[in-house]
């Protein structure tokens, strides 16, 4: 098995399969470094490291752009979402279809809940890489938008969450070829992309008027063994590494600091890749940097990312803080939107997941 993997990984990865089966070799010696080892997956995030890109791979995944795919992905999206409507209906299967035709595995996860509104249904969107891996890093966002009860207005909520939900696709088509021979090699993490629905408080945030379907998804995983009828007491959660949730995407002065510790490490990468990226001269020139070098640990905001936090996961929180000042108004729609900004968050992004998952780019 180890063998096998090392002809298929670069010289970095070979260090870094060494280390592990060192770290994880018993005492005896009786037992083997299998990446995909029920008896070790769930320790494996606290020594994973990134496969550290070169100033080459950086260009390559810079230049792997595709503007064009990520504007027909938006547009369909950049249309009122309220759950239990027709647009948010389209707008569900817009997503499930575009991650359909790449090649993942998608579930819909749809439920009912009661609001303030009565009973809504909702459906979670779970699109998958590669399903048998046992760990995952996820990436998250919400596709509903808010209910708006001023007559004559449409809210639209494009950086609220229609551009995160464009980014995340658009991150699965520019890194396709790397992530299907990434599938093929049988990694033990992998990439999954969750929609979230019923974010948005229907009347006040609260916390039953809110994240409806983190809530529930964050509550079905944990009451889920994985691997089944294991002796650890294992669930579904353990598998994500980390839960990266990305919100409130889009205008020009978006920028984003460190929100907790148990991910400051990862975001430090985010603030060396835009510096390295920038060096480099591939990306848009921004007047002043997306990534801060600066942390708000105790930043107290309410998101999709509490249910899971709550239950242990760890969260690495992508949202523009301050908030975009068209938060929660009828002018946050596809005319508040910098692509610039969004182009270059879209190349960061990239490389961290490229990074992440050790892909060959």
Request: some cysteine.
């Amino acid at each position: 098995m180890i063998q096998s993997a090392v002809k298929m990984r670069a010289k970095r990865t070979c260090v870094t399969l060494l280390y592990t089966c060192v770290a994880l070799y018993s005492v005896q010696g009786a037992e083997k470094c299998d990446k995909r080892s029920p008896a070790v997956w769930y320790k494996q995030k606290d020594v994973h490291v990134g496969i550290g890109l070169s100033d080459s791979e950086l260009r390559t995944i810079a230049q792997n752009n595709d503007n064009g795919h990520l504007q027909s992905v938006l547009d369909p999206i950049l249309v009122t979402r309220i759950p239990g409507t027709e647009g948010h209906t389209g707008v569900r299967k817009h997503i499930v279809s575009s991650m359909k035709s790449l090649g993942w595995t998608v579930e819909e996860d749809s439920f009912q809940d009661s609001t303030p509104h009565g009973q809504k249904p909702f459906t979670n969107i779970i699109a998958t890489l590669d399903p048998n891996a046992p760990r995952r890093i996820v990436l998250a966002c919400h596709y509903d938008s808010k209910f708006w009860n001023k007559k004559n207005e449409i809210f639209i909520g494009a950086t609220d969450s229609a551009v995160p939900c464009a980014m995340m696709i658009n991150i699965a088509k520019t890194l396709h070829g790397s992530l299907k021979k990434h599938k093929l090699q049988q990694n033990d993490v992998t990439l999954q992309l969750l929609f979230l629905d019923g974010e948005e408080a229907f009347v006040q945030w609260s916390s039953t008027d809110s994240t409806y379907g983190a809530r529930n998804l964050a509550s079905k995983l944990h009451n889920t063994p994985y691997p089944q009828a294991n002796q650890e007491k294992t669930n579904e959660l353990h598998r994500m590494d980390m839960f990266v949730l990305l919100d409130l995407i889009g205008t020009e002065d978006c920028q984003f600091y460190s929100l907790f510790k148990s991910t400051d490490k990862w975001y430090k990468r985010l603030v060396s890749f835009e510096t390295r990226l920038n060096s480099l001269g591939v990306l848009n020139r921004l007047s002043r940097p997306l990534f801060k070098n600066s942390q708000l640990f105790n930043s107290g905001i309410e998101d999709d990312h509490i249910p899971f936090m709550n239950k242990g996961v760890d969260i690495l929180h992508l949202i523009s803080v301050p908030f975009p000042s068209v938060w929660h108004k009828i002018s946050d729609n596809g005319d508040a939107l910098h692509y610039p900004t969004i182009q270059n968050i879209n190349i960061i992004m990239r490389a961290f997941v490229a990074d992440y998952l050790h892909l060959a780019v």
